[in-house]
């Protein structure tokens, strides 16, 4: 079977299985408004990874960053992904990092469909600009970082089984493109 033609069957059967929307994508592409958008429009229930984690932790992200680094924080969201895979109804906005791990897709994806939302990099740094909570931009170079970020995730995120473009387009937008790709999928 080609490429092509088992990514169309791969999609075709998670979509047909799936029991929640996994939004996943780089800090900044709209994976949290566009989740509640899109969990509205399809009368499901919406969380946050981070806001869990921070919830589960006691302390914001960039907090868990500084006190205790990367490796701490992704151990407390792989725990929290696989609590929140077992659940169904949901549209999940994930953390841009959770691709990183191997185990969280194969956990998400269990009862979920993973959707990409893609943005370029300078839309990117303009949406994540005004934010001091992103612990990862902290640097001299925002956008530099947000492109070695994306090259080294790229292959990750394009694993997803649909990808969506947010440039150029309102929360509302990408939701309800969401879910036309997902009707097609589903009849």
Do not use: C
């Amino acid at each position: 079977m080609s490429f092509r033609l088992s990514f169309i069957y791969n999609v075709f059967v998670s979509a047909r299985r799936f029991k929640n929307i996994v939004l996943t994508g780089f800090m900044g592409t709209g994976k949290s408004t566009v989740g509640r958008e899109l969990a509205r429009l399809m009368g499901m229930r919406f969380l946050e990874l981070d806001r869990m984690i921070e919830e589960e932790v006691g302390l914001k992200i960039k907090e868990i960053f500084s006190r205790y680094g990367e490796e701490y924080f992704r151990d407390r969201e792989s725990e929290v992904v696989k609590k929140i895979s077992e659940r169904e109804g949901l549209v999940i906005s994930t953390g841009g990092g959770v691709v990183l791990r191997r185990e969280n897709m194969d956990a998400l994806r269990k009862k979920g469909i993973i959707v990409w939302l893609k943005a370029k990099p300078e839309t990117i740094l303009k949406r994540t600009l005004s934010s001091d909570e992103r612990p990862l931009l902290n640097v001299d170079d925002p956008e530099e970082r947000i492109r070695e970020l994306l090259q080294k995730r790229r292959p990750y995120y394009e694993e997803a089984d649909l990808s969506v473009d947010t440039d150029g387009l309102s929360p509302l937008q990408v939701a309800e493109r969401i879910k036309s790709l997902l009707r097609q999928y589903t009849h």
